[in-house]
């Protein structure tokens, strides 16, 4: 019973999901990674091919006739290298720029947007050798040995079918101009890399759905892992709940004590209320006693007309309060204009039922 309970048998839960990717535990295939880039940056150069042809030959006569005929006084070999060196990058950098895309395009389709600290944290465990020994030996290690032996296998069994079909064509190409062999020799180049490419991408789409399964695998449960997650989850929503429930009451009983006392509640009108006591001469400013939205602020309003406490609706002053001004809490100087307004209104009522009284 006990092995039974520690096999893990159960799906990852979604914490457990969630804790795996905050420690950059994801599921990734470089080799997709990989495929994609070769054929980013093969589609380019069908797309630029003519001009990139172009551009290569007229440098490289370029090159050779100033190697021809280096003086030492006009042009030094330095400078021939350093204009190798512009040369090249300039060709380059459309490559590297897609490859770049490529490569955060496959991070954005596999993971999503992603930032884990935690991996670039030191680890002492890193520095230990024998978790490293024990994967050379294990069954990852050989999947990943026989992904290796089938990527060479297949590529090279495209290539030798490539160079046996194009084989005549090859071996004429030293008869044809310069522009022609480039032409030739690069247009078999990109031939053979497509195909390399596609192949690729077919292997790396099954390896990205072994690493998927192998990622789901590690990531599984025993039962007992299962419960105590859950038991800590409730656990949590519980005392969440138990502490809502408390400030609820804690707010509903300050609302009992305090509305009746209150000079004023202003309203939102439904959503919020919010209860204002002000004592002349003896407060400097008028204070918010009580405040609540939704069933709190319906108590609230109950509360003042049952004590008969002047309810009083203004939108923006009630929202204004409520975000800004906490309970027992003077109102800022910036209000006072729409509250004396308010109080004077209530002020004008109370003389009004007094002197209907008399």
Not at 163 to 170: F, P, Q, S, T, W
Request: with cysteine; aromatic share 10%; hydrophobic share 45%.
């Amino acid at each position: 019973m006990a092995d039974s309970a520690q096999e893990r048998t159960e799906q990852a839960t979604p914490r457990r999901i969630k804790e795996a990717r905050q420690k950059g535990q994801v599921s990734r295939s470089p080799d997709l990674t990989g495929a994609l880039c070769l054929m980013a940056m093969v589609a380019l150069v069908y797309a630029i091919k003519g001009q990139f042809i172009l551009d290569l030959q007229r440098y490289l006569a370029g090159y050779f006739s100033d190697v021809a005929h280096i003086h030492f006084y006009e042009k030094s070999p330095v400078s021939l290298l350093n204009d190798a060196a512009t040369f090249s990058l300039k060709l380059l950098a459309p490559f590297f720029g897609v490859s770049l895309l490529a490569v955060i395009a496959s991070s954005l389709v596999q993971v999503g947007f992603l930032f884990s600290p935690e991996v670039l944290k030191p680890k002492a465990a890193h520095l230990n050798p024998m978790p490293g020994l024990q994967r050379m030996f294990s069954t990852r290690s050989l999947v990943e040995l026989v992904k290796s032996v089938l990527k060479f296998g297949i590529i090279g069994c495209i290539t030798y079918s490539l160079i046996k079909a194009n084989l005549g064509e090859l071996l004429l190409v030293l008869n044809r101009p310069p522009g022609g062999i480039y032409q030739t020799i690069i247009g078999f180049i990109l031939t053979v890399a497509w195909w390399g490419a596609l192949a690729y991408l077919a292997l790396s789409l099954f390896d990205y759905m072994y690493q998927r399964y192998d990622y789901r695998k590690s990531l599984k449960m025993s039962k007992q892992e299962v419960k105590e997650e859950f038991r800590q989850t409730e656990g949590d929503q519980q005392i969440k709940f138990r502490q809502r429930e408390m400030r609820r009451s804690m707010s509903l009983n300050r609302i009992i004590s305090e509305v009746p006392q209150s000079t004023v509640v202003v309203t939102n009108p439904t959503h919020l209320a919010v209860a204002l006591l002000y004592r002349q001469g003896e407060m400097s400013a008028p204070r918010v006693v009580a405040k609540g939205a939704g069933r709190l602020a319906e108590q609230i309003r109950k509360i003042a007309r049952e004590n008969k406490v002047p309810v009083m609706e203004n939108k923006e002053l009630a929202r204004f309060l409520y975000k800004n001004v906490d309970v027992d809490q003077e109102i800022p100087l910036e209000i006072y204009q729409a509250v004396a307004q308010i109080l004077a209104m209530v002020y004008r009522l109370k003389a009004k039922e007094h002197y209907r009284a008399i």
